[in-house]
């Protein structure tokens, strides 16, 4: 073997020695919502921050703002990355992120500032509101080494059905009055085993990565 070949495979080597690493240090952009007596952190990769697809982001959050008293919730944080196929198809599927916080109903009775007041809570709000769609699944979790109430909704079972999904939502709560939630949706905008295979394991891999960033810090721990 020739001195040129060994410095190429030399090199090749190495470079493929480095790519776990490059991959597991891959840039992301962080994010802080202020909430009541709490701070929300999460972080996205910089593939899906971008022009064409803009973070809607409120970093500082009033429960005294007309929208919040007269709704009872509050869109603080959202975005949606697609993943492409073919520019004469569009997008496989995506990964949307949702922040929400909502306002406890004062017609149900509880305690939500603890995980089992939340979760009683919750099953009671589903229950009573209106709207149809697939069973809720509800468990008690952790995001992060923090409890939370988890929902889950899958419609992918269903084959031939465009626009189905998989969401997990996490709630947490903020003090008696509020909680947060944060969704997790991977969307399925064409149907079809192959195409899934493709672009789904990508959109799960980006979602466990972002779910491991989000922190949420009592600012009296500050």
């Known amino acids: 073997m020739d001195m040129r070949k060994k410095v190429v ?8 020695g480095m790519a776990p690493l490059q991959a597991a240090t891959a ?7 202020r909430l009541p007596e709490h701070v929300l952190g999460l972080s996205l990769p910089r593939e899906m921050v971008r022009a064409d697809s803009p973070v809607k982001i409120t970093e500082q959050f009033d429960p005294r703002n007309d929208g919040f008293i007269r709704d009872g919730w509050d869109d603080v944080f959202e975005t949606l990355y697609d993943f492409d196929g073919p520019f004469w198809e569009g997008a496989y ?4 992120i949702d922040i929400i916080v909502l306002k406890k109903v004062p017609d149900i009775d509880g305690d939500i500032t603890t995980i089992d007041g939340l979760d ?3 099953q009671e709000w589903k229950r009573i509101s209106p709207g149809h769609g697939p069973q809720r699944v ?3 979790q952790s995001i992060n080494g ?22 997990q939502i996490y709630s947490l709560p903020l003090n008696s009055e ?45």
Not at 93 to 96: M, N, Y
């Open 120 to 122: 009683r809570y919750l």
């Open 27 to 33: 840039p992301m952009q962080t994010y802080e919502i």
């Open 138 to 140: 509800f468990s008690r």
């Open 178 to 222: 509020l909680f947060v939630e944060v969704g997790f949706t991977v969307l399925r905008w064409i149907d079809g085993p192959r195409k899934e295979r493709k672009w789904r394991p990508k959109a799960e891999a980006m979602r466990e990565a972002i779910k491991a960033t989000v922190t949420l810090t009592s600012t009296n721990d500050r």
């Open 9 to 16: 495979l030399a090199i090749l080597g190495f470079c493929a």
């Open 146 to 167: 923090m409890p939370a109430v988890m929902r889950t909704q899958n419609t992918f079972a269903a084959p031939g059905n465009d626009n189905s999904y998989e969401s």
């Open 93 to 96: 599927g995506s990964l949307k």
